[in-house]
Nanobody, 115 residues
Framework: QVQLVESGGGLVQPGGSLTLSCVVS????????MAWYRQAPGKEREFLAV???????AYATSVKGRFTISRDNVKNTVPLQMNSLKPEDTAVYYCMANIGERSYWGQGTQVTVSS
């Protein structure tokens, strides 16, 4: 069974930084492509960043240059470093693991960017 738990959300001022973490249980982590998404109130879930099992990364245009995804295959974690945060980055942030034909999601962590 694969379980994902996000943490690190909170309130941050515009221009600030925050690092989210996703801890993944299960022995399949090294084979998984990992991604971060977010969903703002009244909007659809939005792709942010992905990292493959061998460390290749890709980003949405809206966060490229500001967000950085990485993975630690020893600790089974996927951090998302977020810099230069804007009020429009306010959303619930979700971690997703893609293993073979299946996708697994965490419960989300709230990020609020406000002065």
């Amino acid at each position: 069974q694969v379980q994902l738990v996000e943490s690190g959300g909170g309130l941050v001022q515009p221009g600030g930084s925050l690092t989210l973490s996703c801890v993944v249980s299960g022995s399949m982590f090294r084979e998984a492509a990992m991604a971060w998404y977010r969903q703002a109130p009244g909007k659809e879930r939005e792709f942010l960043a992905v990292i493959s099992n061998i460390g290749n990364t890709a980003y949405a245009t809206s966060v490229k240059g500001r967000f950085t995804i990485s993975r630690d295959n020893v600790k089974n974690t996927v951090p998302l470093q977020m810099n230069s945060l804007k009020p429009e980055d306010t959303a619930v942030y979700y971690c997703m693991a893609n293993i073979g034909e299946r996708s697994y999601w965490g419960q989300g962590t709230q990020v609020t960017v406000s002065s």
